[in-house]
Structures are given as structure tokens and as C-alpha cells.
């Protein structure tokens, strides 16, 4: 059956989303989160061969960095969102896989996307957006979380320059108005595009790492997918045992669901 075309946008802006394979981890440390960042920013300041400064491909607006996901509101300039999006997996999936000695896919083949034709829709997304980490029980309140673009926007940001173009949001709501909406939790049952389904989760993913480290001296549960089969099989096996769901053991070791599922 052949793919369903994008919604294309009226505005040229979008909410995009893309996650880990198999929902896993694509964050293991501060380091790849600044990495990640580093991508995006190589999209907006861009240079020819002379070091003259380029058309950047594209504007964005905010962004959130989750542990398997991440979250833009952008809009596209010549380039379309589709093949933007392509450049960011590329680059973000060499540093990934280089630096992890891993191999293939990174990311869902498919990023999500949703056009945004509105400025009501535009300031929902920008609530949604930084309320994510709050949603996800990481934090308390968006200020708290690191790795989102609320921090250029209440300018507190330790990554400069700025990445997000703040100016042209603030230029159409005050600052005080913005903090008071981020800061308002939207209400449950939006229709807002989300990337997660319900999956049930046994235990969490600092307990499971904790108990491949302590158990199996497995510091980076990536690493199992390289190893010899019998023993990886042996550590999925033990892991599931613990307590670990299938969903999680595969979006956290990079190891098929169909092959843990058999095991």
C-alpha cells in the first residue's frame, strides 16, 4: 500500500516528531543532546565553500529533546519539511551510530507531521511542546527540563547562540502572556498529534539499566545487540524475568520485538 501523502501546511509550518526505532533511546548522555542540537543548528546557519552565510533551510520555533523522541515546530523554506527532516537523521544517526559502534536505522523510517495553519494552533503547540517533559513525570515544570527551547524564550539559556527564532513568537504575545500559558497545563484529550501510545511499563528504564549494570555488568544497553547471540538471548531472557516489558526492552537495546517476543 503506498504511503499517504503529508498534509502540506498554508503557513509552511509544522509539528514534527521523530523517534528512536523501536522507541528506543536516542539520548544516552549530555553529549548526544548537544549534538542533536548542533544538527539542528547546522539546518539554520549554514555557509557556502567561501564561509558566505546561505539561505538557512528552515525557521524553527521551539523544539524538546526527549530520551527516544524529539518534538519542532518549523517551518520549511525551499526545502521541504520531508527532506530537511532526511538531512537531521543522517547527520544526527553517523554521530549516533559511530559513537555507540552500532549499525542500520536509527529512527523511525517515518516522521510524523502536522500542519499548523493557525495562531491559536501555533501557541497550543508551543504549550504542548514544552509541557512535554512535565506530561512525561520528568519534571515538575518546564523550567526544570534542559533540553527544550523554553530557556531561549526566558532567557535562561546556557546553549548560544539561541537557536529558535523567540523574537517573532514574542512579537505576537508578550513574554508574561507566553509564561503564564506554558506554565497552564492544556487540558487532557486535545487533539494534538502525539508520538506515544500506551504501552505498560513494568518497571523504569533507570531501574532496568540499573539491573543490566548491577547484574550484568551491561553499562549501555545498546551494547547487547552486539553481542554473541547466546549470550545476549541469556540477558534479554534474565531481563524480561525482572520484570522488563517487551516494548521497553526493545526501544532500550535496539533489539528487534519480534526477536525478544520469541525468546
Known amino acids: ?5 503529508r498534509t502540506k501546511s498554508g503557513t509552511g509550518i509544522y509539528h ?17 543532546y548537544l549534538q ?6 547546522g539546518l539554520t ?23 527516544n523522541h524529539l518534538h519542532l515546530l518549523l517551518r520549511e523554506h525551499k526545502e521541504s519539511v520531508s527532506s530537511v527532516m532526511k538531512r537531521l537523521g543522517i547527520a544526527y544517526a553517523y554521530y549516533f551510530n559511530k559513537k555507540y559502534q552500532r549499525n542500520g536505522h536509527l529512527f523511525q523510517d517515518r516522521f510524523r507531521s502536522e500542519p ?15 509541557q512535554n517533559p512535565v506530561k512525561a513525570g520528568l519534571v515538575s515544570s518546564p523550567g526544570n527540563y534542559s533540553w527544550s527551547s523554553w530557556h531561549e524564550y526566558a532567557g535562561t539559556s546556557a546553549i548560544q547562540p539561541c537557536l529558535c527564532k523567540t523574537s517573532a513568537v514574542i512579537s505576537r504575545i508578550s513574554a508574561a502572556d507566553l509564561l ?21 511499563v513494568y518497571h523504569t528504564d533507570s531501574e532496568l539499566k540499573g539491573f ?15 553481542l554473541e547471540k547466546s549470550r ?28 525478544i517476543q520469541k525468546l
Open 1 to 5: 500500500m503506498p504511503r499517504q501523502e
Open 16 to 32: 514534527v516528531m521523530l523517534r528512536g526505532i523501536n522507541r528506543q533511546d536516542i539520548f544516552e548522555d549530555a553529549e548526544d
Open 36 to 41: 542533536m542540537v548542533s544538527c539542528l543548528r
Open 45 to 67: 546557519e549554514r555557509y557556502d565553500e567561501n564561509g558566505v552565510a546561505v539561505e538557512p533551510l528552515c525557521t524553527f520555533y521551539s523544539y524538546c529533546l526527549m530520551s
Open 116 to 130: 499548523v495553519n493557525t495562531m491559536e494552533y501555533f501557541v497550543t503547540l508551543l504549550r504542548y511542546i514544552h
Open 180 to 200: 503564564a500559558l506554558i506554565e497552564d497545563p492544556l487540558k487532557d484529550g486535545m487533539n494534538i498529534l502525539d508520538i506515544e501510545s500506551a504501552e505498560v
Open 212 to 226: 543490566l549494570s548491577n547484574t550484568h555488568g551491561v553499562v549501555n544497553p545498546l551494547a547487547i545487540q552486539s
Open 232 to 259: 545476549r538471548n541469556y540477558i534479554l531472557k534474565s531481563a524480561k524475568e525482572f520484570g522488563a516489558g517487551i516494548r521497553q526492552l526493545s526501544r532500550l537495546t535496539g533489539v528487534s520485538y519480534g526477536v
